[in-house]
């Protein structure tokens, strides 16, 4: 790659980011688009955040990601939003638009396309087993998109029912909030089309753990979705084939909103299949 005066500046905003694969995934990509382009992590101490975003104007960089724990912190510091943006009270998507910085946030995008990759139909009720920043944006989306209900369980009631409340508030799907209890867990997934594990339960290096005990009241139609990509099959969705169920991990998740992400900032439609073959082989 050569960098040089014309070289276009992409980035990533958090703390950690040693893990990210997003920017192993972007560069690859960008090379093999022939595009002068780089994207760059940065881990920012929370005091340094409100430099770190002028500096996207001082430094013209194009555009940056916005990880945990900014998305949220980053707001106070740019220009604009976007309608999902400023629902969702979250961005992980900063523009440089000629010097005026505006938030994205393409979490709920980026699932609603997996979906529809899988040829899964958004209807009837869905389960959200987390009820955090990312369970906001994705039940933003698919309560737009038509879904007819949600179900949110967290640890802590109150974030579930403070979901809920948004959710009804901003949209006119209906909603519902509960402890997460094992035995209310097996009733809700009864009854559930979709369930969703919004939560960290699950992930790296902690594969072998996972947020439910059993999936045994699920019906055999259910899709059960985690976003977490590493490890690419949690214990959750391992669970969900023995049962024989519909099971998408966070890979194509991922993969979308990094997509999103270069379609937003550079104006160009990146090569899904490529993106998620570069993560592929790095967790595999």
Known sequence: MQIDTGTVYLGLFGNPVKHSLSPLMHNLTLQKMALNCIYLPFEISRNDIRDAVAAIRSLNFRGVNVTIPFKE????????????????????????????????????????????????????????????????????????????????????????????????????????????????????????????????????PHNGESPVISLDFVKSQTVLCDIIYNPLKTKFLLMGEERGLKTINGLPMFVNQGALTLEILLGISPPLDYMKEVVRNQLE
């Open 73 to 204: 912190e980053v707001i106070k510091y740019i220009d604009d939003l976007s309608e999902e943006a400023a629902a969702c009270g979250a961005v992980n998507l900063i523009s440089n638009e000629k010097g005026r910085l505006v938030g994205f946030n393409t979490d709920g995008k980026g699932f609603l396309l997996s979906l529809q990759e899988e040829g899964v139909v958004i209807k009837g009720r869905a389960l959200f087993i987390g009820a955090g920043g990312a369970a906001r944006s994705l039940a933003y989306e698919m309560a737009k998109a038509g879904i007819g209900h949600l179900d949110f369980m967290d640890i802590d009631h109150r974030r579930a029912a403070d979901l809920a409340e948004f959710i009804t508030r901003v949209t006119s799907c209906s909603t519902d909030a509960f402890a997460m209890e094992e035995e209310q867990f097996a009733a809700l997934s009864a009854r559930a089309d979709i369930i969703l594990n919004c939560s960290p339960v699950g992930m790296y």
